[in-house]
C-alpha cells in the first residue's frame, strides 16, 4: 500500500484533505490517526487570518458549501497549538503535510519560511493557490498558469521540502502543466468549486457572502475527471480529492491517475471515514489480483 507523493513516502495512499481535519488531534478520539499515510493541517498563512462573518457554512444537495475565509492562527499559532502533536503524530509513522496561505507571492514566501524555522516535522507544503488575489481583485491567485507559477517560482527556493499544489478547479491542465514547469512535485486535484446558494425566503444567500466553496459528492465525478485530464497531462503524482465518501470513491481516483487520495467533507459527516477507506482500498487491492497499489495507479481503461 506504500506510495512515492512527490517525494513523501506514503505508508499508504490515504490522507485528509486541508480545511476538514483541524490539526489532527480533534480525530483522535474517534480512532489512531496514525493509521494514516498523512494527514493535511489547515491551512496558514504567514499572520493570522479572521475569515469571513457567520454563517459562512450551509447544506446543499448532496454537499455543503463553505464561505469560511481561511480563517487560521498563523504559522505561528498552528505550532504553538499543535506543533508538539504533529511532531509525534509524523514519529508515530503518519507524515505531516502543512498547507500554505496567502494573498500573494511574497506572502506565500513569509508563511513557507516560517515554517522552515518553526516546523521541522512537516514533510512537505501543500501551496493553496485558490486564495484570492488582491491586488488581482478577489480572483482566484491559481485560476491562471501564470498566476500559479508565479507563487511556486516565489517560494521554490526557500525550502527543500516537496512542494505540493492545491489547483482550483479552472483551467487545470494549463496550470499543470506551469506548475510542474515552475518546480512543483505533486498536484492536488481539485480544490472546492465556486457556487451559490439562495434562500427563497429571504431572498439572501445562506451564507454571508453571494458565493462560496461548494464540496462534497456532488463535485466527486467532477474531480475524477479533472485527475484524469491532468495526469495525461504531466508527469507528477496527483492527490485526488473531491468528494470521497467510501472506498470505491478513493478507488476511482488511482484507476484515474492519482497516487494518494484525500478524504475532506465527509470527515465532518463520518469521523471515521478515512481509516474505513484505508480498509476498503486494501482489500481492493487484493480482489484486482495486485500486488501493489501502485500497479492500479491510471490502470483505466477506456
Known amino acids: 500500500m506504500a506510495v512515492n ?11 485528509t484533505a486541508a480545511g476538514t481535519y483541524g490539526f489532527g ?6 480512532y489512531d490517526v496514525s493509521c494514516l499515510g498523512a494527514i493535511t493541517t489547515k491551512g496558514c498563512a504567514n499572520k493570522p487570518w479572521p475569515g469571513n462573518a457567520a454563517p ?31 511532531e509525534k503524530l509524523s514519529e508515530r509513522g503518519c507524515k505531516v503535510i502543512c498547507q500554505v496561505a496567502g494573498h500573494s507571492p511574497e506572502e506565500y514566501v513569509e508563511a513557507v519560511e516560517l515554517f522552515e524555522e518553526l516546523a521541522p516535522w512537516a514533510a512537505a507544503l501543500e501551496i493553496n493557490i485558490s486564495c484570492p488575489n488582491i491586488s488581482a481583485g478577489g480572483a482566484a491567485i491559481g485560476s491562471t498558469p501564470e498566476g500559479a507559477a508565479s507563487v511556486i517560482s516565489a517560494v521554490r527556493d526557500r525550502t527543500k521540502r516537496p512542494l505540493l ?10 496550470v499543470s502543466r506551469a506548475l510542474e514547469a515552475a518546480g512543483a512535485d505533486a498536484l492536488s486535484v ?10 427563497v425566503n429571504t431572498r439572501h444567500s445562506k451564507l454571508s457572502r453571494p458565493t462560496g466553496g461548494l464540496s462534497g459528492p456532488c463535485l ?24 470521497i465518501m467510501t472506498w470505491e470513491d478513493a478507488a476511482e481516483f488511482i484507476l484515474a491517475g492519482a497516487t494518494s487520495v484525500s478524504v475532506g467533507v465527509a470527515n ?35
Not at 499544489?165 to 494549463?174: D, I, M, S
Not at 475524477?224 to 473531491?242: D, F, S
Open 268 to 302: 465532518l459527516i463520518n469521523p471515521d471515514t478515512a481509516p474505513k477507506v484505508l480498509e476498503g482500498l486494501a482489500q481492493w487491492v487484493s480482489d484486482q489480483g495486485a500486488d501493489d497499489i501502485n500497479d492500479l495507479i491510471g490502470a483505466f481503461e477506456c
Open 190 to 199: 481539485i480544490n472546492s468549486i465556486p457556487a451559490m446558494a439562495i434562500d
Open 5 to 15: 507523493l512527490g517525494g513523501v513516502e506514503l505508508k499508504n495512499p490515504v490522507t
Open 25 to 30: 488531534w480533534q480525530f483522535e478520539g474517534f
Open 56 to 86: 459562512r457554512m450551509c447544506d446543499v444537495t448532496s454537499g455543503v458549501m463553505n464561505s469560511v475565509g481561511l480563517q487560521n492562527p498563523g504559522v505561528r499559532g498552528l505550532v504553538n497549538q499543535a506543533g508538539e502533536y504533529l
Open 220 to 243: 466527486h465525478n467532477i474531480a475524477v475527471r479533472m485527475v484524469w485530464e491532468v495526469a495525461q497531462a504531466v508527469k507528477l503524482p496527483i492527490n485526488g480529492v473531491g468528494g
Open 165 to 174: 499544489v492545491k489547483l482550483a478547479p479552472a483551467n487545470v491542465v494549463e
